[in-house]
């Protein structure tokens, strides 16, 4: 019999079988994706435990304005995916939203309904204001989800400013999601969501100005310079649940892509790359901010009331310490 002790990371007093992690044991997942959101040695332990087991799922980020519908077609690509018997799990980082708060919370019941079984599991995560290691954290869920025998990996995040970024990081497909409204955030998206998409969906294509929004959309991606790989555009309606298998072979036609010539193990060391530099950052950054450096920081401040000192200096006398 194997000694749980070796197998097992230590959670206070309540241990995790990293193979019931693996078996995808709701219980265990849940409580390993606390460890990582909890940060610390534990966590760092358990990443060193699972990640050999990684690098099966296929993650796919969702992003795109509040209330596009991403979490409709999380839900309806669940189902679908459910069908094809594939393992799902599902992560949506800051789902509140001032907009669609009502609506987001029925979301959230069905997928949580969704969840209680070993086949689909969904977790929110609520990342704004917390201090760093925003993507560093996300990624290490996933991971869980991966090394959990997830196949698909689904992380939902509302585009706005840095995260959508962060999730063309940690995800292999990234799907922005628009509207048909959303031609004037187009513009303002341009060199932020152009860039990052593999897959636009236009979604609730049910309303007017569809079409439009669709020529649009093709016109600008006429702008997009690597043409290694052109964006598919998706027409949904994922309230009618319209177009979601289109959007499922667009997301499997951009896998196939990614393993032929390798590109997904290029994509996947930069992804390590990412992650090392940013542990790097936060470590360091941790060991610079000593008490002593803090208290000397404030005084300084405190005795620059004519702007004597410099920012440069203050860091200079702050390096010496
Ligand atoms: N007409 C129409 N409405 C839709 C469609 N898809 C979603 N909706 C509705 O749009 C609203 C927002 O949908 P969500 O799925 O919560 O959107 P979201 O992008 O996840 O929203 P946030 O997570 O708050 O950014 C809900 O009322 C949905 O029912 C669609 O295809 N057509
Ligand atoms: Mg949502």
Redesign the pocket.
């Known amino acids: 019999m194997r000694s749980i002790v070796f197998q097992s990371i230590f959670v206070l007093v309540m241990p995790i079988n990293i193979n019931d992690i693996y078996d995808g044991d709701i219980k265990a997942v849940a409580r390993a994706i606390s460890v990582v959101e909890n940060g610390g040695t534990g966590a760092n332990e358990l990443i060193e435990k699972i990640y050999p087991n990684t690098g099966n799922a296929h993650r796919i980020g969702i992003t795109?304005?509040?209330?596009?519908?991403?979490?409709?077609?999380?839900?309806k690509l669940t189902h679908l995916y459910r069908k094809s018997g594939k393992m799902v799990g599902i992560v949506?980082i800051d789902?509140?939203?001032p907009?669609?708060?009502?609506?987001?919370l029925?979301?959230r019941l069905r997928l949580q309904e969704l969840s209680l079984n070993k086949e689909v599991f969904f977790r929110s995560m609520a990342n704004r204001g917390s201090r760093g290691g925003i993507s560093r954290k996300t990624g290490e869920v996933v991971d869980i989800l991966d090394s959990s025998g997830k196949d698909v990996v689904m992380i939902?995040t509302?585009g706005v400013g840095q995260s959508e970024l962060d999730i063309a990081g940690a995800a292999d497909t990234t799907i922005v999601?628009l509207?048909p409204e959303s031609g004037d955030e187009i513009q303002v998206m341009k060199a932020g969501l152009m860039e990052i998409a593999d897959i636009f969906v236009l979604?609730?294509?049910?309303?007017e100005g569809a079409d439009l929004m669709l020529a649009h959309l093709s016109e600008s991606l006429k702008l997009r310079s690597d043409v290694n790989w052109l964006p598919k555009i998706v027409k949904?309606?994922?309230?009618?649940n319209?177009g979601i298998e289109e959007l499922m072979e667009a997301i499997e036609e951009h896998s196939k892509w990614l393993s032929s010539e390798d590109k997904i193990g290029s994509k996947r060391n930069l992804r390590l790359i990412n992650r090392v530099k940013e542990i790097i950052v936060e470590e360091l950054n941790s060991e610079f901010w000593t008490d002593e450096r803090m208290s000397l920081l404030e005084n300084m401040i405190s005795d620059n009331g004519n702007n004597l000192i410099t920012p440069y200096k203050i860091v200079e006398d702050l390096k010496k310490v």
């Not at 795109?64 to 839900?75: E, F, I, N, R, W």
């Not at 979604?203 to 309303?207: E, P, Y």
């Not at 949904?236 to 009618?240: E, G, K, Q, V, W």
């Open positions: 795109g304005p509040s209330g596009a519908g991403k979490s409709t077609l999380v839900d949506a789902p509140t939203s907009f669609t708060g009502g609506a987001l029925g979301d939902e509302v999601v509207v979604n609730k294509s049910d309303r949904t309606s994922a309230i009618r319209e």
